[in-house]
């Protein structure tokens, strides 16, 4: 127990070591603020113990002062003052600014590192808990930095402190100074005790999360299926334990937090009654008994920003042992030192030998799959449920890195092309089709500085520039959250348009139109064949009208390419195809 009390007490101060050496600036002019704060309020007391002394006790003697004294205590009494607004106003500028700083900072790490990391890495890890991650985890790890140069500077004033009692009475400084062994003490027990707690709550926080996304997400499936109350039933009951991790987090606060709040004022009414004592017995006088109790008042808050940070850090150490891993990730795609390869029109493809398995799938997705795609040309995959489509068609634009064998791009490894430049060159269009809460000519863009002449001519070889004329305000209808207030054949047509406005030399389209009239998809497809420069186009495709527009078909069949050329070759040769084409015809028909 011991060593573990050891550990997060090196572990906090080793976090807090490590926000001071990420923004030393903001913090060096954070603690000298607080510290002017700290130096005035000792001040401050001197000032009070002073005027006592030398105004009050010979006014309250005579029965009389002067204009002069008044005005010089008044004009003490405002300048600590102002000094002590400016040293409050530059600790909580600086802190709240270095705060916000290592925030954003590690936002952004953490957001970058979800851009690297491939895909296979964000298919092990919920949704939900990568938001928790970049949002409550990364702002509870740097939660404690606000009150940071408060407690540094409470040290400095703390310092000053000790030497100005000891200097004034050094029996009422040993009596006062017993409070900060019990104060370190209780805040040490506190952090103990807290940070099994908060890490658990911080846990919640992010299941909880977690599960929320997950329902709405799966919005569509809760409402149609009557999961309603079983959804609300598994939130409830995360929700309900949460709950009571955050009660155990206050009852702990609720327990100490008078505890800290008490021993200053214990302290200072120690100080009182044995100075009260020594001031009767003249061995003091009232004026120091005075400035020593005023001090104790004002170090009360001071010693509380150390306890606010000790009893912050078990929170902060809980959200950044979360957001870690993350940062420490491995696994990002690689990329070589090669252009894209220089070229108008399609681009030339090459599958050589490809082999993939999923991480921990004892049989491989996809192996020794070999075919080539001429440039300008049209191949259509096909194969039965799980035969590695969706599979082949993310390894062609690079969502994943074949375990074995090659891409090729116009015969350059896609492993060698540097980052972005693939993206130049090849477009993906998945199943799920997914829309911003955007406007039309935003969605087709992506915030790309593509001309309305252009998002036209796209929305033209995707057949969707009909729907969009008659749209209330054409390119400046917003489609609502994933496109709620389109048809799903539009919100594909959409997608697809965002693909081509890019004129991408290879496009990869994942049962991308399933959703589109046969003779609408027929109409997509000779337009991306018959363009000034054809675009070599991939389609994962089920229906026999979309595959017959194809130049050659590829049959997939438990991860190998066991056959492949024209449909009608296909229907000739291979069984399976035929089975498979018939049967998708036949229900359509019957559709």
């Known amino acids: 127990m011991a060593r573990r009390r050891d550990a997060v007490v090196r572990r906090g101060l080793r976090h807090i070591g490590r926000a001071i050496a990420e923004q030393p600036g903001m913090f060096t002019l954070a603690v000298l603020a607080s510290s002017v704060y700290g130096g005035m309020t000792v001040a401050s007391a001197w000032v009070i113990g002073s005027i006592t002394r030398r105004v009050l006790l010979p006014a309250l003697a005579t029965g009389a002062t002067t204009t002069k004294a008044l005005v010089l205590a008044a004009a003490a009494i405002l300048g600590v003052a102002v000094f002590k607004i400016v040293g409050i106003l530059g600790r909580r500028l600086f802190a709240g600014i270095m705060g916000y700083r290592l925030q954003a900072d590690y936002r952004r790490r953490v957001t970058g590192q979800y851009l690297r990391l491939p895909l296979s890495w964000h298919q092990k890890h919920p949704t939900g808990q990568l938001l928790s991650n970049a949002n409550s985890d990364v702002e509870s790890a740097w939660f404690f930095v606000s009150p940071l140069p408060f407690a540094c500077g409470a040290l400095v004033m703390i310092a000053i402190t000790v030497v100005v009692l000891f200097l004034t009475d050094p029996l009422l400084a040993v009596v006062g100074l017993v409070v900060f062994p019990l104060v370190f003490l209780v805040n040490f027990l506190y952090s103990q005790v807290m940070s099994p707690r908060m890490q658990r709550a911080q846990q919640l926080r992010a299941e909880v999360s977690e599960i929320a996304h997950e329902s709405f997400d799966a919005a569509l499936v809760v409402k149609t299926l009557g999961q309603e109350a079983a959804e609300t039933e598994r939130f409830a009951a995360r929700a309900m334990e949460l709950r009571d991790g955050l009660v155990a987090v206050g009852r702990v606060r609720g327990l100490f937090d008078p505890l800290m709040e008490a021993l200053p004022s214990l302290g200072t009414l120690a100080v009182l009654l044995i100075g009260a004592q020594r001031v009767a017995a003249g061995t003091t006088d009232a004026g120091d008994l005075v400035s020593i109790a005023y001090l104790f008042t004002l170090l009360a808050l001071p010693i509380r920003a150390i306890g606010w940070v000790l009893a912050d850090l078990p929170r902060a150490l809980a959200g950044f042992d979360r957001v870690t891993p993350v940062l420490d990730a491995t696994g990002e795609t690689p990329y070589g030192p090669d252009a894209a390869p220089a070229g108008t029109g399609g681009a030339r493809l090459g599958v050589s030998d490809v082999d993939f398995a999923f991480d921990g799938s004892s049989r491989p997705t996809l192996s020794g799959v070999t075919f080539d795609v001429a440039a300008g040309s049209t191949v259509a995959v096909v194969g039965p449920t799980g035969s590695g489509k969706s599979t082949l068609a993310g390894l062609l634009v690079r969502l994943v890195d074949p375990a074995g064998g090659a891409?090729?791009?116009?015969?350059?490894?896609?492993?060698?092309?540097?980052?972005?430049?693939?993206?130049?060159?090849?477009?993906?269009?998945?199943?799920?089709?997914?829309?911003?809460?955007?406007?039309?000519?935003?969605?087709?863009?992506?915030?790309?500085?593509?001309?309305?002449?252009?998002?036209?001519?796209?929305?033209?070889?995707?057949?969707?520039?009909?729907?969009?004329?008659?749209?209330?305000?054409?390119?400046?209808?917003?489609?609502?959250?994933?496109?709620?207030?389109?048809?799903?054949?539009?919100?594909?047509?959409?997608?697809?348009?965002?693909?081509?406005?890019?004129?991408?030399?290879?496009?990869?389209?994942?049962?991308?139109?399933?959703?589109?009239?046969?003779?609408?998809?027929?109409?997509?497809?000779?337009?991306?064949?018959?363009?000034?420069?054809?675009?070599?186009?991939?389609?994962?495709?089920?229906?026999?009208?979309?595959?017959?527009?194809?130049?050659?078909?590829?049959?997939?069949?438990?991860?190998?390419?066991?056959?492949?050329?024209?449909?009608e070759e296909l229907l000739a040769e291979v069984p399976g195809y035929a089975a498979l084409v018939r049967a998708y015809s036949q229900a359509e028909v019957t559709a």
Not at 458 to 486: I, K, Y
Not at 488 to 503: I, K
Not at 530 to 554: G, H, K, N
């Open 407 to 567: 891409v090729l791009l116009d015969g350059i490894d896609l492993r060698r092309l540097r980052e972005g430049e693939l993206s130049g060159q090849a477009a993906f269009v998945a199943q799920g089709t997914f829309l911003f809460d955007d406007t039309v000519r935003g969605n087709v863009t992506l915030g790309a500085d593509f001309s309305d002449e252009e998002v036209w001519a796209a929305l033209a070889v995707a057949a969707a520039d009909g729907f969009v004329h008659a749209l209330p305000d054409g390119l400046d209808t917003r489609v609502g959250e994933r496109g709620a207030t389109l048809s799903g054949g539009q919100r594909q047509r959409l997608a697809l348009a965002r693909a081509v406005v890019r004129r991408p030399r290879l496009l990869v389209l994942d049962d991308a139109t399933s959703a589109v009239d046969p003779a609408v998809e027929a109409r997509i497809l000779d337009a991306l064949r018959t363009s000034e420069q054809p675009t070599t186009v991939v389609v994962v495709a089920y229906r026999q009208a979309t595959i017959a527009l194809a130049d050659e078909v590829v049959w997939l069949e438990q991860g190998r390419a066991l056959a492949r050329g024209s449909h």
